[in-house]
């Protein structure tokens, strides 16, 4: 059963009618008295509350109840219905423990996909951790390589969100393999047979934005020299993946907010309102809680794609998955090479279980491939990575770079790029002043060195 409450009776008679329409039993409360009594007379599955269900303006009423039910009915969710001039009480509300808000109006199917979220994550019962074996014959995990703990606890989690339309937020390193996350993700949920969009927010400039994510209409500007649809459209009915959105400029998060809230989008130069059915996946390599704190990424926005987490583990903390990984990529260059039956010695495999991997799964991709391309043999040893270490990045914490003279200049290039990535802890702003570059320079040679 759903509990509402709010002291508007047309609200109440309208989330009834819709409530019950799609099959829910549905209890009405107007005051804090009567939420407690339903509390703990009937089975509440779920409450619907007002922020501001009684004669107060400012919230309290609303804070002071949702506090007392995450004190004594913790596993019920509550969802948060405000106007979108209070987002701030919204918030607080989320600091609270309130599963999601919806700012008023709201839009039907979004009121609906938020209720069953919540009650679809609230009913997964916690089982024992299943082998990599087991996952495989009733999910599409194939894009994910390795068996470590930590990876398995990723994809028993990714089998419980994945059906649902909850927006995930993927955070971990770079180079960990949050894209490939989110379209597993993706393959394994209803809409799989929608568009995948992925989206590098980073490399789109703030006048660009609007363009890029909602599109325009011909004649909106100079070089709008046609209708052009945005990323939300073309991921309708699909998933969009916002990945590096800790780059993004507080201008844009606030239009990305709104029409995350508001399941529209419109054109430049466009005065219609579209509607998107979009699964929202983001990701990102920076602390947004800290970029929070000092103000430059909106904890409004934070909460609303945070619903649920996915930290990805750096390689060096996920060893036992290296020779599983390296079995994938060659394998896979040995197709692309025609080099058949290409595998690891016992000490090379030891050799890349020892090293750091700064840049995680995509440095050991880079340095398999470069190995493969300048080895004779198909039988890699740890002398044959050797052999190439004059042309590789460090793999240890030290600063230095590989001897020049052994080096391209796109493999100097490469090296300080690396360098400078690893030193600021990928902050591309950071990273890209101290290379003497723009964002969008420095964005260009992280493309054309498989960086991003």
């Given at each position: 059963?759903?509990?509402?409450?709010?002291?508007?009776?047309?609200?109440?008679?309208?989330?009834?009618?819709?409530?019950?329409?799609?099959?829910?039993?549905?209890?009405?409360?107007?005051?804090?008295?009567?939420?407690?009594?339903?509390?703990?007379?009937?089975?509440?599955?779920?409450?619907?509350?007002?922020?501001?269900?009684?004669?107060?303006?400012?919230?309290?009423?609303?804070?002071?109840?949702?506090?007392?039910?995450?004190?004594?009915?913790?596993?019920?969710?509550?969802?948060?219905?405000?106007g979108w001039g209070s987002i701030d009480?919204?918030?607080?509300?989320?600091?609270?423990?309130?599963?999601?808000?919806?700012?008023?109006?709201?839009?039907?199917?979004?009121?609906?996909?938020?209720?069953?979220?919540?009650?679809?994550?609230?009913?997964?019962?916690?089982?024992?951790?299943?082998?990599?074996?087991?996952?495989?014959?009733?999910?599409?995990?194939?894009?994910?390589?390795?068996?470590?703990?930590?990876?398995?606890?990723?994809?028993?989690?990714?089998?419980?969100?994945?059906?649902?339309?909850?927006?995930?937020?993927?955070?971990?390193?770079?180079?960990?393999?949050?894209?490939?996350?989110?379209?597993?993700?993706?393959?394994?949920?209803?809409?799989?047979?929608?568009?995948?969009?992925?989206?590098?927010?980073?490399?789109?400039?703030?006048?660009?934005?609007?363009?890029?994510?909602?599109?325009?209409?011909?004649?909106?500007?100079?070089?709008?020299?046609?209708?052009?649809?945005?990323?939300?459209?073309?991921?309708?009915?699909?998933?969009?993946?916002?990945?590096?959105?800790?780059?993004?400029?507080?201008?844009?998060?606030?239009?990305?907010?709104?029409?995350?809230?508001?399941?529209?989008?419109?054109?430049?130069?466009?005065?219609?309102?579209?509607?998107?059915?979009?699964?929202?996946?983001?990701?990102?390599?920076?602390?947004?809680?800290?970029?929070?704190?000092?103000?430059?990424?909106?904890?409004?926005?934070?909460?609303?794609?945070?619903?649920?987490?996915?930290?990805?583990?750096?390689?060096?903390?996920?060893?036992?998955?290296?020779?599983?990984?390296?079995?994938?990529?060659?394998?896979?260059?040995?197709?692309?090479?025609?080099?058949?039956?290409?595998?690891?010695?016992?000490?090379?495999?030891?050799?890349?279980?020892?090293?750091?991997?700064?840049?995680?799964?995509?440095?050991?991709?880079?340095?398999?491939?470069?190995?493969?391309?300048?080895?004779?043999?198909?039988?890699?040893?740890?002398?044959?990575?050797?052999?190439?270490?004059?042309?590789?990045?460090?793999?240890?914490?030290?600063?230095?770079?590989?001897?020049?003279?052994?080096?391209?200049?796109?493999?100097?290039?490469?090296?300080?790029?690396r360098k400078a990535l690893d030193k600021?802890?990928?902050?591309?702003?950071?990273?890209?002043?101290?290379?003497?570059?723009?964002?969008?320079?420095?964005?260009?040679?992280?493309?054309?060195?498989?960086?991003?």
């Amino acid at each position: 059963m759903i509990l509402i409450v709010d002291d508007d009776i047309a609200i109440q008679a309208s989330l009834q009618l819709l409530l019950r329409e799609n099959g829910f039993k549905v209890a009405c409360a107007s005051k804090q008295g009567e939420a407690f009594r339903a509390l703990k007379e009937e089975k509440i599955s779920l409450i619907l509350m007002d922020m501001n269900f009684s004669s107060s303006t400012t919230g309290e009423d609303g804070l002071e109840l949702l506090a007392e039910v995450k004190e004594y009915w913790p596993d019920i969710p509550v969802i948060l219905i405000t106007g979108w001039g209070s987002i701030d009480l919204a918030v607080k509300g989320m600091r609270g423990g309130a599963f999601d808000f919806i700012a008023k109006p709201w839009d039907n199917q979004r009121m609906l996909r938020s209720v069953n979220n919540a009650l679809a994550l609230k009913g997964k019962k916690k089982q024992a951790q299943r082998t990599r074996n087991k996952l495989d014959q009733q999910y599409d995990f194939s894009l994910v390589v390795g068996r470590d703990p930590k990876m398995l606890t990723i994809l028993e989690t990714i089998t419980n969100v994945a059906p649902t339309t909850a927006p995930v937020l993927i955070t971990g390193e770079s180079g960990t393999g949050k894209e490939v996350i989110a379209e597993t993700i993706h393959r394994n949920s209803d809409r799989q047979t929608g568009p995948f969009i992925a989206v590098n927010l980073g490399a789109i400039p703030p006048s660009l934005f609007e363009s890029e994510m909602f599109g325009h209409q011909k004649g909106a500007f100079t070089d709008a020299k046609s209708d052009k649809p945005g990323k939300f459209e073309l991921a309708q009915g699909g998933t969009l993946f916002l990945d590096e959105i800790g780059e993004t400029d507080l201008s844009s998060q606030v239009k990305l907010l709104r029409v995350l809230q508001e399941q529209k989008v419109e054109r430049i130069g466009d005065t219609k309102p579209r509607s998107i059915d979009v699964r929202i996946i983001c990701a990102t390599n920076r602390n947004l809680p800290q970029m929070v704190a000092e103000g430059t990424f909106r904890e409004d926005l934070f909460f609303r794609i945070n619903l649920i987490n996915l930290e990805l583990p750096p390689l060096r903390e996920r060893t036992s998955d290296i020779a599983d990984l390296s079995t994938f990529f060659l394998d896979k260059f040995g197709q692309q090479y025609g080099k058949k039956d290409l595998s690891l010695e016992q000490d090379a495999l030891q050799y890349l279980k020892d090293l750091k991997f700064p840049g995680n799964i995509r440095e050991l991709k880079n340095m398999l491939e470069r190995t493969v391309l300048m080895s004779s043999t198909t039988q890699l040893s740890k002398a044959d990575f050797l052999k190439q270490s004059g042309a590789s990045i460090p793999t240890s914490s030290s600063d230095s770079l590989p001897e020049i003279g052994t080096m391209t200049l796109d493999e100097m290039e490469e090296a300080m790029v690396r360098k400078a990535l690893d030193k600021y802890d990928n902050n591309i702003t950071q990273a890209a002043k101290s290379l003497g570059l723009s964002r969008q320079m420095l964005y260009r040679r992280m493309e054309k060195y498989g960086l991003n």
